[in-house]
């Protein structure tokens, strides 16, 4: 089992940042990719950026390409997604994941470990 951690959520203007962190634990060497989702309401669970645990392998989603930067502290076990640049749009409860199965990694089906989310609210 591994259980995750998220925070760093809140309230923001447009043109702001916020910096979330998942604290991963339990058996944690499941957890060599990490990945952020984010899910608005009405709406299904979004891809948002996945690191690999070691070499620094990254990926984002579209819409949040060269503003978000997902980075990982190994001795801490604690992955951290930095969303500069914020949107109305990008508002969301966002999730942390690992413990990929395989396939395609933006898909949410495709990891087994998810922490209970924290709420980002972009006001405009």
């Known amino acids: 089992q591994v259980q995750l951690v998220e925070s760093g959520g809140g309230v923001v203007q447009a043109g702001g940042s916020l910096r979330l962190s998942c604290a991963a634990s339990?058996?944690?060497?499941?957890?060599?990719?990490m990945a952020w989702f984010r899910q608005a309401p009405g709406k299904e669970r979004e891809f948002v950026a996945v690191t690999a645990w070691s070499g620094g392998s990254t990926s984002y989603g579209e819409s949040v390409k060269g503003r978000f930067t997902i980075s990982r502290d190994n001795a801490k076990n604690t992955v951290t997604l930095q969303m500069n640049s914020l949107k109305p749009e990008d508002t969301a409860v966002y999730y942390c994941?690992?413990?990929?199965?395989?396939?395609?990694?933006?898909?949410?089906?495709?990891?087994?470990?998810w922490g209970q989310g924290t709420q980002v609210t972009v006001s405009s």
């Open positions: 339990g058996r944690t060497f499941n957890s060599y990719i």
């Open positions: 994941a690992t413990g990929y199965k395989g396939g395609s990694y933006d898909y949410p089906r495709m990891y087994d470990y």
